[in-house]
């Protein structure tokens, strides 16, 4: 196997491969509130049971909503969703209500947040900690509920083509997933 050859690039903001997501809070009036998150991993907890981790940085009204109401919807962005996501992330809720662009809401099934009809999996969470690091909250949240689009049909959590769920990859820019490559072990073999 050849020796890739890499190079120091220093330790300032980077790419970091991230899947994208759009938050849904509540805003003290009990408007819906949006925005565009992409600082979203998972982490074990007991049993087989995981939470999300979600860091959200600055003062957007997003993380002052899930640190007050301790709940969030969070729903992931497929490619058909990309103008709804830049929109968001273009606009920021103290400069007025983000109805520049029609988009539709529901409720969640399980915790009281809004929910983007348009988004294929949706997770409803709970805020259980909220951890802050400098001018980032990251915040640990129980899964209540997982929505996602019936035409995926999976058997399983884990039985889902991402192929077909089309998600957005962010790494300073937009990206897509082009191919199903296998599973675990189909590789070592």
């Known amino acids: 196997m050849e020796k890739k050859v890499r190079k120091s690039i220093g330790t300032g903001w980077s790419m970091a491969v991230q899947p994208a997501f759009i938050i849904g809070t509540c805003n003290e009036d ?3 509130n949006f925005a565009p998150i992409t ?15 979600i860091s959200m940085f ?5 993380k002052l909503n899930a640190l007050r109401d301790r709940k969030l919807s969070v729903n ?29 809401v529901s409720r969640g099934e399980k915790v ?3 929910v983007l009809d348009e988004s294929p999996w949706v997770y409803e969470c709970e805020v259980e900690k909220a951890v802050g690091t400098g001018a980032s909250s990251t915040f640990f949240c129980p899964i209540r509920n997982v929505q996602c689009d019936a035409r995926l049909n999976p ?9 077909k ?20 072990g189909d590789f070592s073999k």
Not at 39 to 53: F, N, P, Q, R
């Open 165 to 184: 769920l089309d998600p957005v990859i962010y790494s300073g820019k937009y990206h897509s997933i082009g191919a199903y490559l296998g599973e675990i």
């Open 112 to 114: 009281d947040v809004p």
């Open 30 to 32: 009990e408007t819906d």
């Open 39 to 53: 600082w979203v991993s998972a982490t074990g907890t007991d049993g087989d049971h995981y939470m999300l981790v």
């Open 155 to 163: 058997e399983n959590t884990f039985d889902v083509d991402l192929t």
């Open 76 to 104: 992931l962005v497929s490619r058909d969703m990309l103008p709804l996501m830049d929109y968001f992330g273009t606009h920021r809720a103290e400069n007025g209500k983000k109805d520049g662009m029609a988009y539709a």
């Open 58 to 62: 600055g003062t957007k009204r997003t």
